[in-house]
């Protein structure tokens, strides 16, 4: 990527990350979307969304924390799995044509899920979770997500609603610190097996996602109503993975 495009993009992702901390993530998922058009090798690409996620997600978590929507005993589980699991799975050396498989499948996934996906109903406490299925849930989710390059909330956040352990805006609270803990796990196995960052890149977009991050944790975590955001991005999800399935089908 050129320097030119490079300081283009980063408003673009600053967008994405108000966009995606208004609802608790980290917008692993639609850096990874976007990036994509130029580079789609994992090795470049995994990392550069992890750094951000941990960037955006500290926010989000910061804005939900002081508005007393965490609950450490609810979370702990979720977030000691999550970076264990999140660790193992980045440490996984990935084929390129593989990664791109697995990148296209969430994507599509993904963009299904928000251009779909109904107002889930709140639950106000925690229903019979106990800690060894959140344990479970949040390692499985989290070395999926180190495997793909994602944060993991987006997978992690609709699970824990619909099983009733957690309201909206707990849910938000502990997508939010989950994703900083399994990116930054992520990262940590990224450097155990000799990885680097693009610091350039990171210095660019860091800027643009935190002051995005901010605006859209403050604004989520008091009145927010992303259901159309989450549309627009479900469409730029879906988008590049049907590209990325052509690019496939066309070298194949």
Known sequence: MSALTMWLVAPLLGLVAAAYASVGLGGGT?????????DSHPDSLRPVAWTL???VSAIGFANYYRRGHFDWRRAWAFL???LIGGACG???PLDVA????????TLGAVGLRMLTGGKAEPAAELRRAGWIAPLALGGAVGFVSGVIGI???IILGPIVIALGWLDTKRTAAMTSIYIFVSSAGALGGHFARGGSLDLDQIAAFGVFVAVGGWVGARWGAGKAKPKTLRRV???VALSVAIKLAIGMLWTA
């Open 30 to 38: 639609a850096y990874l979307s976007l990036l994509a058009l130029w």
């Open 53 to 55: 996620n941990c960037v």
């Open 80 to 82: 000691v799995s999550g």
């Open 90 to 92: 980045s440490a996984l």
């Open 98 to 105: 593989l990664f791109q498989i697995l990148l296209t499948v």
């Open 151 to 153: 944060g993991g909330g």
């Open 233 to 235: 991005f479900g469409v």
